[in-house]
């Protein structure tokens, strides 16, 4: 009896200590945390409170009654949704083309990284990565256009096309070539951008390796495979886990506002499709919040899945 | 220098969480003063109609003698509210979501969407008595109006272009440059679709690199059917087969429409960037000299003539540019578009006060005059033009623009009606001949059609059926259009592609929307 009281005391005590303790590293580092407060406040202002609106996926959304007054509509738009054809094409479309970024867009930037790395001369190697890192900053809005303009039908590689006496080739048109384009145009604006955490992983490794390596006699090829690679095998897993968790994403921005009615058949997307319920065809706000949950929901447990696949059996460090 | 430092790093979160914190928060609403009773207090209404925010924003805005004699005529404050041709369809349903529509708002949702807001109150019933405003009185006891009823009350103002069903009759126009014709040895137009293709292929042969047609925008794309099944130039629109009625785009009429697109898309007459153009980029292409034939343009503006004059150097806009009569349908008549005289209205929210309401009715009233019209049109009378012969001539200065003098009236003279005085006689005639002699082709050209061509049919007594599937069916509306786009661009048979993706549209309430119909149709004693 006196043992277990003291030992409630000592508990509560050890308790009460561990809390000070964490209070003074606050304290101690209180400017980092007050430089991380916006950003805190910004998710949970822009990420986290709109989040109560995926109860509409479950309401008869009413206008004037607003989100949390809606009445609750028994599932009505999940039949709905789940019996719609056009989500279903749009739902593989969605994986169709997703897989298809996973499988062609996601190595390049690795690749890239490396190639980056095993240049030898520094001012040519700033220039490439200035180079292959610019396009990301253009907007899909502005991208769009100019790639519409090279490749409509009085574009400048139809003009090419003719000028050495080939036909003219509506890339734009047909479901394969503009496929084709999206993956091509995607690794175009978004490798550079993306091999940047690559580069930071291998500027993390220590040059010593590379020259004791090197002094043991290895190659430039046998330096990477096992030095760089390992390194950024590590990061590569985190940046699958995290490709997979938004693999119903699909890449709005770029379909958008490349696509036209002649491609819907392959490149409609969930998100596309989302955009037209809501404000085209006007199927309501329930509706497209609830095609929305869906995505989100499938994204979560991919991501969970592939956090779970990285760690349990390709050993790798995962998210969490 | 501790102290130094927390300062300011006080002072930047400060601002940071500041600035996160405005961006979220909802913008200070100026509450005028608007007890009710006291209709002469001042009253500020928000209001969006496309582009106004660049009226307000023009250098002359302030001085926009007809927008501050009509604020002082109401005691009101106009904040605009931007809408673009770009955005103005998702602001609205945006704004309604959010709570945040405007007191007054130019725009078009369909049916369905009209019902609804209707019966949950977003939008704000008209009064039942409208004596008291004679101007809209007038125009809401109109037949085409009907349709607009929801419970028997309207809740919206049809904008007004004109005042009968036929006046629409150049809302489908096809342009075409008349001399490369000539140049081809065409001085006649084409009596049918084979003549117009034949036509068409020799200008392009004779100017090698153009088009030869292409379109305002994708909807102009149903101008073709106005030559064998007219009631297929808007793609939701119904027609009657055998006493039943039935979607316009299920008909086998439709099939000869379709057949003679694909016909112009493969034998490389219709431009083959038609499907990823944006709206206007074929308008321009024709103006530019790119393209002999043009689906749109009814009117020709002052920046569209500059354009044409820009790219066609020494070439006379008026002569070149001609309009060209539909080749007649099957039982011999030449058919032009036709409707109800408006195809957008001006809504009101249901959260507005019924002193707000009150005044913009006055407006709404005042802005559907002749003498609002005119003065939003043509500018003040003896100081802007004047009255010759009963011809409207000109008054202002070269390069001296309405636009550029009423600034902001050049942007709100459209929250009430479109144009309706042009072929009225009463629109001012530019000081450019080019411009002059365009309009007369315009005006000249609506009339010729009037005694030579057929109005499409119309009846507005069933267009005022609303049943839950042929509300769903409206909605389907885009579909339908991206579907005909599809077959178009597509290869093998058309006709059998067309009659599946009909056959698709069963699974979409198609049949549903018939029955229903036809059961409220045989009701109300339609036929």
């Given at each position: 009896m006196q043992n277990s009281a003291s030992h409630i005391k000592y508990g509560r005590q050890s308790g009460l200590g561990a809390n000070r303790r964490k209070w003074q590293e606050v304290v101690k580092h209180k400017y980092f945390y007050l430089m991380i407060l916006p950003v805190v406040l910004f998710f949970l202002i822009?990420?986290?409170?709109?989040?109560?609106?995926?109860?509409l996926a479950f309401k008869d959304f009413n206008y004037m009654l607003g989100i949390m007054d809606s009445p609750w509509n028994n599932f009505q738009n999940f039949r709905d949704v789940l019996s719609d054809p056009n989500f279903k094409h749009a739902f593989n479309n969605t994986l169709f083309i997703s897989f298809g970024r996973l499988i062609i867009e996601f190595p390049i930037p690795i690749l890239l990284a490396i190639l980056l790395n095993e240049m030898r001369f520094g001012r040519l190697k700033r220039i490439f990565q200035t180079v292959f890192t610019?396009?990301?900053?253009?907007s899909w809005v502005v991208l769009s256009g100019i790639i519409t303009n090279i490749l409509n039908d009085q574009g400048v590689l139809n003009q090419i096309l003719v000028l050495f006496g080939f036909e003219k080739n509506s890339i734009l048109l047909h479901n394969g070539s503009f496929l084709g384009l999206l993956f091509t145009s995607n690794i175009w604006k978004e490798a550079g951008w993306s091999s940047i955490i690559y580069l930071a992983a291998i500027a993390g490794i220590n040059p010593e390796l590379y020259e004791a390596a090197s002094i043991d006699g290895a190659n430039r090829y046998q330096q990477m495979k096992a030095i760089t690679w390992p390194v950024l095998r590590n990061t590569a897993a985190i940046m699958l886990i995290l490709a997979v968790g938004g693999i119903?994403?699909?890449?709005f921005d770029q379909i958008f506002n490349l696509y036209n009615p002649a491609v819907y058949e392959r490149a409609d997307i969930l998100d596309t499709f989302v955009y037209r319920s809501a404000?085209?065809?006007?199927?309501?706000f329930g509706y497209s919040t609830t095609v929305g949950l869906l995505k989100s929901a499938i994204n979560c447990l991919l991501l969970f899945g592939a956090n779970f696949v990285v760690k349990r059996v390709f050993k790798e460090e995962g998210l969490y | 220098m501790k102290f130094k430092q927390r300062v300011k790093v006080g002072v930047a979160l400060l601002l940071a969480v500041g600035t996160v914190l405005t961006g979220c928060g909802k913008g200070e609403e100026k509450s005028?003063?608007?007890?009710?009773?006291?209709?002469s207090e001042p009253i500020e209404l928000s209001v969006a109609v496309w582009d106004i925010q660049a009226g307000f924003d023009a250098p002359n805005a302030k001085n926009d003698t007809v927008y501050n004699d009509l604020t002082k005529k109401f005691n009101i404050t106009i904040k605009p509210v931007q809408i673009t041709w770009n955005d103005w369809q998702e602001k609205a349903k945006v704004w309604a979501a959010s709570k945040q529509l405007p007191d007054m708002f130019a725009n078009e949702i369909d049916m369905g969407l009209y019902q609804t807001w209707a019966k949950q109150g977003v939008l704000k019933p008209l009064p039942d008595d409208l004596s008291p405003y004679p101007n809209l009185q007038k125009f809401m006891s109109?037949?085409?109006?009907?349709?607009?009823?929801?419970d028997g009350k309207f809740y919206s103002i049809p904008r007004f272009g004109?005042?009968?069903?036929?006046?629409?009759?150049?809302?489908?126009p096809i342009r075409y440059r008349k001399d490369w014709a000539e140049q081809a040895g065409f001085t006649k137009e084409p009596q049918s679709f084979e003549e117009f293709l034949a036509m068409t292929k020799a200008v392009m042969k004779q100017h090698p690199?153009?088009?030869g047609l292409t379109i305002?925008?994708?909807?102009?794309?149903?101008?073709?059917?106005?030559?064998?099944?007219?009631?297929?130039?808007?793609?939701s629109n119904w027609t009657q087969e055998n006493g039943k009625w039935i979607p316009?785009?299920?008909?086998?009429?439709a099939h000869t429409g379709i057949q003679q697109l694909r016909t112009l898309y493969t034998d490389g007459?219709?431009?083959?960037d038609f499907a990823i153009q944006k709206d206007a980029d074929g308008t321009n292409k024709f103006l530019s000299g790119?393209?002999?034939?043009?689906?749109?343009?009814e009117g020709v503006t002052d920046d569209q003539l500059a354009t044409f004059k820009k790219a066609n150097p020494g070439v006379s806009a008026s002569k070149a540019i001609g309009y060209m009569n539909i080749w007649p349908a099957a039982d011999g008549k030449r058919y032009t578009m036709a409707g109800a005289p408006y195809w957008s209205n001006t809504f009101f929210p249901g959260t507005l006060s019924d002193e707000k309401f009150k005044r913009a009715l006055q407006v709404m009233d005042y802005m559907l005059s002749d003498e609002y019209r005119v003065l939003g049109i043509?500018?003040?009378?003896?100081?802007?033009y004047k009255v010759e012969n009963g011809q409207y001539v000109s008054l202002l200065k070269?390069?001296?623009?309405l636009a550029d003098k009423y600034p902001v009236t050049s942007k709100l003279v459209w929250l009430a009606a479109w144009d309706p005085l042009l072929y009225k006689g009463k629109k001012v005639v530019s000081s450019d001949p080019e411009a002059a002699g365009l309009m007369k082709l315009q005006i000249d050209t609506w009339n010729r059609f009037k005694q030579e061509d057929s109005t499409m049919p119309v009846n507005f007594e069933f267009n005022a059926i609303s049943t839950p599937a042929k509300i769903k069916f409206a909605a389907l509306d885009p579909n339908i259009m991206d579907d005909i786009v599809k077959v178009v661009l597509g290869k093998g048979d058309p006709i059998a592609q067309w009659k599946e993706i009909v056959k698709g549209y069963d699974a979409k309430g198609v049949p549903e929307a018939i029955k229903e119909v036809n059961e409220e149709a045989a009701k109300r004693g339609i036929k």
């Open positions: 822009f990420a986290y409170v709109p989040m109560y609106g995926v109860v610019f396009p990301h900053f253009i119903m994403n699909g890449g404000f085209v065809d006007s199927t309501g | 005028p003063n608007t007890s009710p009773g006291q209709a109109d037949e085409s109006v009907k349709p607009l009823k929801v004109s005042e009968e069903i036929g006046d629409a009759r150049l809302g489908r690199g153009i088009a305002n925008s994708k909807g102009y794309l149903l101008t073709q059917f106005l030559g064998s099944f007219p009631e297929m130039v808007f793609s316009a785009f299920t008909s086998e009429r007459v219709l431009d083959k790119q393209s002999f034939a043009l689906y749109g343009l043509n500018g003040i009378e003896n100081v802007d070269q390069d001296e623009t």
